[in-house]
């Protein structure tokens, strides 16, 4: 009885097929883990949100400009924090888009290879900075000298820490938006030259509208992460709801107001408690917002170019 052998061709096969396998088994495991986490994470703000707007209805939630959840006339309009939470994201991003942009074409296009390698570690050195630090860098050192040129400027304000975090996620700009321009095939390049364009030109007229879906990618990121910082607005801009948009007055956003409220300010599992996961719903919604625009932008620009 003749015994059946496998050749070490196929066995290499198919244990590299089974190794394929695996990989493509872990691979899946993770991004079905990811995709779990956010729909857990949406299941516990609904959950949570329903038996607050059993009490608060709708309509005065989004549209009641007061938000007094610690008085005894108790009023809960999002408003006086979506106010805050919008006036500090556009000036960070006020801040961090022309100098993230400016930076990224610098470094794609102009710089050595030895001043890229060495400006790139440094500003991916500012991600690793505890917000907590910006957040003490905004009210004791970036106010104060916006009070030298604002007397008036109160020392809790949302313009303080507005520059401060846009400062913060000009890497994240500059990272994404120069990888972005670095990906461009460099015959586009070679082109713009041989008809007679100037770097500067190549740069601005080419390179970047080619890159531009990319450059927006960078932006979605840079809102996202602006809309959803808690540390420096709770440290620098103040802790009072107020509806308004100008940059010189304190406010809350609403990170803030869920810090302070998980810190023990309310009486856990009342309506005050339960308000936070309904703020909570409201930021992801902002940030869904946000998100699905710029990703619109992102398609359009990118069929354009």
Known sequence: MSETTISPQLAKKFSRNLIERLIEFG?????????????????VLVSEAIPFFQ???????????????????????????VSGTLTTTFIALFVAIPLGTITAIYLSEF??????ETIKPILELLVGVPTVVFGYFALMMVTPLLQKIYPDLTTFNMLGPGIVMGIMIVPYIASVAEDSMRAVPMAMREGAYAMGATRFQTAVRVITPAAISGIVAAYILAISRAV??????AIAA??????????????????????????????????????????????????????IVGHM?????????
């Open 238 to 291: 103040g802790q009072q709801p107020n509806f308004t948009f100008n940059p010189v007055e304190s406010a809350a956003t609403i990170t803030s107001y869920i810090v302070s409220v998980a810190l023990g300010d309310l009486e856990h599992g009342g309506i005050g408690y339960q308000s936070i996961f309904a703020a909570g719903l409201t930021l992801l919604l902002m940030t869904l917002s946000f998100n």
């Open 297 to 305: 932008a992102r398609k359009k620009f990118a069929e354009r170019y």
């Open 111 to 116: 710089a050595s290879h030895k001043v890229r």
């Open 228 to 233: 959803g910082e808690t540390m420096i607005v």
């Open 55 to 81: 009490h608060v209805s709708l309509y005065d939630f989004f549209t009641d400009t007061v938000w007094t959840p610690n008085y005894s006339i108790k009023h809960y309009g999002i408003l006086a924090l």
């Open 27 to 43: 691979l899946l495991c993770s991004a079905a883990f990811a995709v779990l986490i956010t729909a857990a994470i949406v299941f």
